[in-house]
């Protein structure tokens, strides 16, 4: 008996060898796949347990805040006109805007000192998150929220000279607080409520991309804005009319005059000539135009200037953003006829636009945008500060005074005058793009105040509103009036 | 009787110095609960500790009184698991640890009662018929009366008075005690006399006949009643006992060869079978149905790590049945593989000294009884660890001593009566 109990015996201590080895198999050896694995709850669990960090405005005003309640804690957003900024989070939806880019400082997962994270968990103390200073001020966003009233499109002001973000609307927005019981609705919805059109929104520009080609033709010394030429001809590239009908009854005109009555017909040949020099405008370009021949220099300047305002990539920026782009990389010159003028394949973002105004209001330099200025944990610690800075010098600055009289001259005498204010002087740019047959224009204007030392520059587009002069353009203007507190 | 012609040990030191880390371990344990989760554990921590103490000093005193020979180290490790088990039941259900602590109590006194009222545990070798009696007749009643008090499926419960019993864990030491006295008595003629069939030596058949018939009549029922973990566990002790008795290896190879084919046609006849194998090979494709007990203890496993997340920051919620045949799990999530390898270590410790106790033991039956009654504790530990970590296909047991259950606590105190008992008749005087 004795031999054989202690086989018996060795076989139940073996076994029991067998489940420690089990037990280290899934605690140790597997142990990061299963939690880290899709049938784990607790993720969630933990995730639920976590107090995010607020979110405040310029003047620090919060506008998001995690509260605990006897039924587990609870985000409060205390203005919806932000909603797509702040973005929402949600634990069947995920998240979107801040909440979603910042998850990382709001979760609490950087601390000032690693060692702090470690030491919370090991204390099992409850994760607070950082909070996000913005550069947002609540009460620009509400006077640009008013002034989109219920149309669709989007508002983005920043201040030149850093690339703060002042104001974003993006409309209809949508109400982040009890997200679960309206998601079905505001994911059906046509007008696309959950989407940010200042960031993500592609639109033809229309007549405000002449800004780029404007400032292409003088960064590249070719315009004589004192010269003066007749424009009265229609234009006709490879059969396609271009229509001369802008000018109010003037025909002996500057490049400033153009720019200001937004011509189409001199931009095009602007665009068309961007390779020669002089340019080539007005009527008395020789038949056969110089770019018959060729347009290679042309579009490479055209489509050099575009990239230097940033199109073709994302916007460097704290959400993400869609890239603004050309369209064809090979345009034929009716296409880059079109494009001069903004329209042809041309897409841009509010943001994009909002920078092209920044950029001339700067100097020629264009500013980085951010909206968040400095992370702070819940002890005051600084975990980041922005450092203002440039994405490039996209044209001399020089160039940037010349545009600045192009600009301000739209204001004085042009089309963009709804957006005068009395005892500033402002610069800006209507547009209309056309769309699609038999539907509105989008309406749009882009500008910045005080001319001379521009402190806010703004993009407003409604899309399929009309024309850019009689509807975003004295949106703009409420938008720089208050932010120049008027 | 021999005890008094042999000196007197009238010290237990070990056992008492070594059980005051199970109660240090209960007050720690239910102290930190009380900091970590006030929610579960409201009022004084240390009211179960206390008790645990008082209980576990008046059956050491009893020990030293009446078995102060008896071993010294089986009371302190089972002290151990009951401890962590009492820690684990409170963090999960405070209602559920009330009761637990009650069947502890029950428990310890019931052990208490087998040593005082059992001198001579050779004694049992004359009722291993009637104890075989009462647990056909246990079966029996449970077929005719049997209940399902929790859905599980199986209805092998009792009801006495508005308390369920659970009669197969009663069951366990009946056949044990039985097996002992029976295998004692035909022990020569299984080992020395055997017929040949073909040019193989084969066991009298005979003498077989009422082993196979008490085996046939416990499968039957248990497999009836699906209650295959009580079925498996039956059959292992059987052969277990088998094998000691008779040193025969062909026992359990035909035993295993018997076990394996009746798996097979198990396999082939039951849906239930079939999807049970199934799930212990691929539990991830049926993580949302049969899988999912598996998978969330696995994951409740990993996600405790090496060290745990501490007690009552785990989500042991997620596991059914987690009380009972998964504790296991919660121990891995919150006290970490640490932990899990203490409880293994522990049931290796018991283990050893069970079959300690079996080889010291005076008389064979006594032998038989230790080996059958420490098989026992250890299959059932053994099939439910390594049914929790996919080892083997799950089959729902209780972990001895620490899973929340009445019968299973109260039967396992019983059983660690009888051990001490018959380490305190043991033939060399070993110290302990």
């Given amino acids: 008996m004795q031999r054989s109990i202690r086989r018996l015996a060795a076989i139940l201590l073996v076994s029991f060898g067998a489940v420690a080895l089990g037990l280290t198999y899934w605690q140790a050896v597997r142990a990061n796949d299963l939690v880290y694995g899709p049938n784990n709850a607790r993720l969630i669990e933990e995730e639920k347990q976590i107090l995010r960090g607020r979110i405040l405005d310029a003047g620090g005003r919060v506008l998001a805040y995690s509260e605990r309640t006897p039924q587990g804690i609870v985000r409060h957003y205390t203005d919806p006109s932000t909603a797509l900024v702040t973005g929402y989070t949600s634990d069947r939806y995920g998240s979107s805007g801040l909440e979603s880019s910042f998850a990382r400082y709001l979760r609490g997962d950087v601390q000032a000192n690693p060692l702090d994270t470690l030491a919370n968990q090991a204390l099992h103390r409850p994760q607070v998150g950082a909070d996000l200073q913005l550069t947002l001020d609540s009460h620009l966003q509400a006077v640009a929220t008013q002034a989109m009233g219920s149309d669709k499109g989007a508002i983005v002001a920043l201040d030149p000279r850093t690339g703060a973000v002042l104001a974003m609307v993006s409309t209809p927005h949508f109400d982040p607080n009890n997200l679960e019981a309206q998601w079905d609705r505001l994911e059906k919805d046509p007008a696309k409520p959950l989407y940010n059109r200042a960031t993500l929104g592609l639109y033809t520009p229309g007549s405000v991309f002449k800004i780029v080609t404007a400032s292409a033709a003088i960064d590249l010394g070719l315009v004589d804005l004192d010269k003066h030429y007749r424009c009265t001809d229609d234009l006709t590239v490879d059969g396609f009319v271009i229509k001369n009908k802008n000018h109010p009854g003037i025909s002996d005109v500057t490049f400033v005059d153009d720019f200001a009555y937004s011509c189409n017909v001199t931009f095009a040949k602007t665009g068309l000539g961007l390779g020669f020099n002089p340019l080539p405008v007005g009527d008395d370009v020789p038949n056969p135009a110089p770019w018959t021949n060729s347009i290679d220099e042309s579009r490479r300047h055209f489509l050099d200037y575009a990239r230097r305002f940033g199109l073709e990539a994302p916007l460097p920026f704290d959400l993400p953003t869609s890239a603004s782009r050309v369209g064809s990389q090979n345009l034929s010159r009716v296409e880059l006829a079109n494009s001069a003028f903004g329209q042809g394949q041309l897409l841009v973002s509010p943001l994009q636009m909002a920078l092209a105004s920044a950029t001339v209001a700067n100097g020629g330099k264009m500013p980085e945008p951010y909206l968040v200025s400095e992370i702070r944990d819940q002890y005051g610690n600084i975990l980041q500060r922005h450092t203002p800075s440039t994405v490039r010098q996209v044209m001399s600055p020089e160039s940037a005074r010349s545009m600045n009289r192009l600009m301000v001259a739209s204001v004085q005498e042009g089309y963009a005058k709804p957006a005068a204010i009395p005892g500033v002087q402002v610069g800006g740019k209507t547009g209309s793009a056309e769309v699609a047959a038999g539907e509105k224009t989008h309406s749009w204007f882009i500008g910045y105040a005080p001319a001379d030392d521009p402190t806010v520059a703004v993009a407003v587009i409604m899309e399929n509103k009309g024309p850019g002069s009689d509807f975003a353009t004295p949106a703009g203007r409420k938008v720089m009036e208050a932010a120049l507190g008027r | ?432």
Wanted: glycine residues 10%; proline residues 4%.
């Fill in chain 2, 1 to 432: 009787m021999n005890e008094l012609a042999l000196p007197a040990r009238r010290t237990r030191w070990t056992e008492l110095s070594l059980l005051v880390l199970p109660i240090l371990f209960l007050a720690l344990g239910l102290e930190l609960l009380s900091l970590n989760r006030p929610d579960l554990m409201g009022g004084w921590p240390f009211r179960e500790a206390i008790a645990l103490a008082g209980l576990l000093i008046i059956a050491h005193l009893v020990l030293l009184w009446r078995s102060p020979r008896a071993d010294q180290i089986l009371l302190p490790i089972v002290a151990m698991l009951v401890a962590i088990g009492l820690v684990v039941v409170t963090r999960l259900s405070p209602e559920l640890a009330l009761r637990q602590t009650v069947w502890i109590t029950l428990g310890i006194t019931l052990m208490i009662g087998t040593v005082l009222f059992l001198p001579n545990v050779a004694l049992l070798q004359s009722y291993k018929y009637s104890s075989a009696t009462l647990g056909l007749l246990l079966v029996a009643a449970t077929f005719v009366f049997g209940r399902d008090p929790n859905q599980s499926g199986v209805r092998s419960w009792l009801a006495f008075g508005g308390i369920n019993f659970q009669p197969s864990e009663i069951l366990k030491v009946l056949l044990v005690i039985f097996l002992a006295g029976y295998l004692e008595d035909k022990r020569e003629l299984l080992t020395w006399s055997s017929s040949r069939l073909g040019g193989l030596r084969v066991p009298p058949l005979p003498y077989l006949g009422p082993l196979v018939v008490m085996w046939a009549l416990s499968m039957l029922m248990l497999v009836g009643q699906r209650d295959v973990g009580a079925a498996l566990l039956f059959f292992c002790i059987f052969l277990a006992m088998l094998y000691v008795a008779s040193a025969r290896a062909v026992y359990v190879w035909g035993g295993l060869a018997a076990f394996l084919v009746g798996a097979y046609l198990c396999f082939l006849l039951f849906s239930h079978v079939r999807l049970r194998v199934e799930v212990w090979l691929d539990p991830w494709s049926h993580a949302q149905t049969q899988g999912y007990q598996v998978v969330q203890a696995l994951v409740a496993l990993a996600s405790g790590g090496i060290l745990g997340s501490g007690i009552g920051f785990g989500y042991p919620g997620y596991i059914p049945a987690v009380e009972t045949d998964f504790v296991i799990a919660a121990i891995g999530e919150e006290m970490g593989l640490a932990g899990t390898l203490a409880v293994v270590a522990l049931f290796m410790l018991l283990v050893y000294r069970g079959f300690r106790i079996a080889l010291d033991a005076r008389h064979d039956f006594s032998t038989l009884l230790a080996t059958g009654l420490t098989t026992v504790l250890g299959i059932q530990a053994f099939v439910i660890l390594a049914g929790t970590t996919k080892l083997i296909p799950l089959t729902g047991i209780t972990l001895p001593f620490i899973s929340y259950g009445g019968s299973s606590i109260v039967t396992n105190f019983i059983l660690l009566g009888l051990l001490l008992r018959v380490s305190a008749e043991r033939g060399n005087d070993n110290a302990a």
